[in-house]
């Protein structure tokens, strides 16, 4: 809660109409004890994780879509 207030303070602009809303997260775990998905390839092995990085961060730089 702490931090939520505190990232709200620099989001608050006076003037402007707001609406109440939540958040719950729940069951955070690690990457490698997060349940499988029944439609996905078994687990990402290096090289495609490290593909699918890569064309993470060319999206990032060139635009949403650059690269599929």
């Keep these: 809660m702490r931090w939520a207030h505190h ?6 602009r006076p003037g402007f109409r707001y609406k109440k ?4 997260i ?5 990457e490698s004890m ?3 998905d029944l439609f996905a ?3 990402l092995d290096d090289r495609r ?3 699918m990085e ?3 961060r060319i999206n990032a730089r060139r635009g ?5």
């Design 49 to 51: 994780r490290s593909l």
């Design 26 to 30: 729940s069951e955070i775990v690690p």
């Design 7 to 12: 990232l709200l303070d620099g989001m608050f």
């Design 34 to 36: 997060a349940p499988g």
């Design 21 to 24: 809303t939540g958040v719950m």
């Design 54 to 56: 890569a064309v993470d």
């Design 64 to 68: 949403r879509g650059a690269v599929r």
């Design 41 to 43: 390839p078994s687990g």
